[in-house]
């Protein structure tokens, strides 16, 4: 059973340095690519749309597994578990994280297309970037991912960079934060409402 709640991103989560301040909150500084978007219409206690310029040619084999998802609804209601003030917002589970039922397992499930290779880059992790969540095993990444609130170039070469966000940002920044001394989990978390793929 996958465990990204509480291995490698936590690790990375106690040597993030404090972030720097941020002229443009509603954009990663990031040009976009013209690759396929992934979608995102976020509910909850924030509402909006936040889009972000998926890669292909950086990460094929996630790219491909975060618009299969999209595309079957699987990301509709997925709730985001982790969420780490000054860091990052996790998301994804489709096995344990869907609104309305139990998410006391949120962050420790994937879906059920096997886990995916590890598809490290040169890409840094700034503000906006997205990244595929995994276990300790770099080859475990499956459906979750998390969308950085600020650089933690710590986690460079460690995760793959799947996109960026290119519209939105104002939205993450006020996606419901979780409990610090319980490693960002979320009570009554916001949530995906729905996620869909435009080319």
Do not use: C, W
């Not at 290779?117 to 503000?127: D, H």
């Not at 960026?164 to 960002?184: C, E, F, L, P, Y």
């Amino acid at each position: 059973m996958r465990n990204f709640t509480r291995r490698t991103v936590l690790a990375a989560a106690l040597a993030f340095a404090a972030p720097a301040a941020f002229a443009d909150s509603d954009s990663s500084g990031v040009a976009d690519t013209g690759g396929p978007k992934l979608v995102l219409e976020i509910g909850g206690s924030t509402t909006g749309k936040v889009v972000i310029d998926l890669l292909p040619n950086v990460a094929p084999k996630a790219v491909e597994r975060l618009e299969t998802l999209a595309k079957e609804g699987k990301y509709d209601g997925v709730v985001f578990h982790r969420v780490i003030d000054g860091f990052m917002a996790q998301t994804g589970d489709v096995q344990f994280g869907k609104k309305g039922g139990d998410t006391s397992m949120a962050g420790m499930g994937g879906s059920d297309l096997p886990d995916l290779p590890a598809e490290f880059s040169n890409r840094s992790f700034q503000r906006g970037i997205v990244g595929m969540a995994r276990s300790s095993d770099p080859n475990s990444a499956n459906s979750q991912f998390f969308i950085m609130f600020a650089p933690a170039p710590n986690l460079d070469g460690q995760y793959t960079v799947v996109g960026h966000v290119i519209s939105g940002m104002d939205v993450v920044d006020k996606i419901k934060k979780g409990d610090a001394a319980k490693n960002g989990l979320v009570e009554d978390p916001d949530y995906i409402d729905s996620a869909t793929v435009e080319k």
